[in-house]
């Protein structure tokens, strides 16, 4: 290099037949190179960069500090690498972008080392390598990030540097553009070596296009996934009501079996009690009858005629005292008789009433066993058919076409919810 330097006018043939392909090229396909990068593009020579003039011209941006003495001797080195590869647009990207990688690296370590690691240092840093190779080489900043990009995503990859022109590698360098596409790309560009910019750009956007697709397909896919999962937990859900509903319903009819046991105990107490009272107004009848002969042999005694020797005494016969303790002693039997069937008669008539309850309570219990029985089967139908049509509106191209018809069965199904709360509420 130090003998090209000290000679720059004299070139050897390789070289200047690289140059005369390039400028045959350029008039062939003026397409390729209409991008940011046309400083570069252009034709250079390099007779008009010397390390002199780069030593200059960085010393008065940096400054005559001795301690930029060696990055300015190795940032000289690197312009001068950049401009004798200026020539060799497509083959020497990656010696262009690395070279202007690593002066960046460089600038910044020093600059780094000197005012601290600090974002405003790193930022300077930047910034000033970038004034650097446009006063140096007259490389504008768009076009040296471009070269830094397609170096730091295409380095280690020489196949896709030395099929593609640096415009379709700016493309192709783009952080939205993957590895695949790029590999889907160099593959149609073996097949069709005649491919343009436009063509890439083009093959690109539909790469892009599809891979979206795939990406919406994709999550559209798991939204679905994630539905038929939620359904199938509302379903399992459900089930589980339904099953507890299975389950309260078994207890109901378990509870109107004991209801209708205890009121077979109940009509066997009511019989027993009925047959007491047969007994009791059998009884009641007896002693109604002992009442009346009594009563006949009293008015007989006081109806017989009278002795002839007639002899008072101060107390009654002793017949007719007997007699008359013996009708008291029955009056009181009837009526203690008379007060337990008339207690027997008001505790069957509210056994009567009772059972009458029981009967209505047991009645009601059984349509009320009847209708859940019945809702039950008809909540398990409706809940699948629910389901069914949920995923059909999901699928659906226009879910919104049935939204009002959605809305009406939620405001039904939310009114069917809320008369039930307020059933359970009332009995609570």
């Known amino acids: 290099m130090e003998k090209d330097q000290e000679h720059p006018s004299e070139k050897p043939d390789n070289e200047k037949s690289k140059k005369t392909d390039l400028i045959k090229r350029k008039d062939r396909l003026p397409s390729e190179f209409m991008d940011p990068l046309g400083d570069l593009f252009e034709r250079h020579d390099a007779n008009r960069a010397d390390r002199t003039d780069i030593a200059t011209k960085m010393r008065g941006l940096l400054g005559d500090d001795p301690a930029y003495n060696d990055l300015i001797v190795q940032l000289a080195e690197n312009m001068m690498a950049i401009a004798d590869a200026r020539e060799r647009i497509r083959a020497d990207v990656e010696l262009i972008g690395g070279q202007l990688v690593n002066s960046i690296y460089m600038l910044r370590n020093v600059l780094i080392a000197k005012a601290g690691d600090k974002t405003a240092v790193k930022r300077k840093a930047a910034s000033l390598g970038f004034v650097i190779f446009e006063q140096t080489l007259g ?51 073996k097949e069709n070596k005649d491919m343009t910019r436009a063509d890439v750009k083009a093959l690109l956007d539909r790469l892009q296009r599809q891979d979206e697709e795939i990406e919406d397909g994709r999550v559209q896919l798991e939204n679905v996934q994630a539905m038929l999962e939620d359904h199938r937990t509302a379903l399992d859900v459900a089930d589980s009501e339904a099953r507890h509903m299975r389950d309260e319903l078994a207890a109901n009819a378990r509870a109107i079996v004991e209801k209708e046991e205890a009121l077979g105990r109940l009509d066997e107490h009511y019989k027993r009690r009925q047959a007491g009272l047969s007994n009791m107004e059998k009884d009641l009848a007896d002693k109604g009858k002992d009442i009346e002969r009594l009563t006949r042999e009293i008015e007989a005694l006081r109806n017989r005629k009278p002795e002839v020797e007639i002899k008072e005494v101060p107390t009654v016969p002793a017949g007719y005292q007997s007699i008359s303790d013996s009708v008291q002693k029955r009056a009181e039997e009837l009526s203690a008789i008379e007060a337990d069937l008339q207690t027997g008669r008001a505790a069957l008539e509210a056994l009567q009433e009772q059972r009458k309850k029981e009967a209505a309570a047991l009645e009601a219990a059984n349509r009320v066993q009847t209708a859940l029985q019945d809702v039950t089967a008809t909540f398990e139908a409706f809940a699948g058919k629910l389901t069914i049509a949920q995923l059909a509106v999901q699928a659906s191209d226009t879910p919104a076409q049935h939204g009002p018809l959605l809305e009406a069965l939620g405001a039904m199904l939310r009114k069917a919810v809320t008369e039930l709360d307020a059933a359970l509420g009332g009995k609570h």
């Open 139 to 189: 490389v504008k900043p768009t076009a040296a990030r471009q070269y830094m990009r397609c170096y730091e995503r295409f380095a280690d990859n020489v196949e896709v540097i030395r099929a593609f022109n640096v415009g379709e590698l700016i493309i192709l360098a783009a952080k939205h553009v993957t590895d695949e596409q790029v590999e889907r790309i160099l593959a149609e560009k």
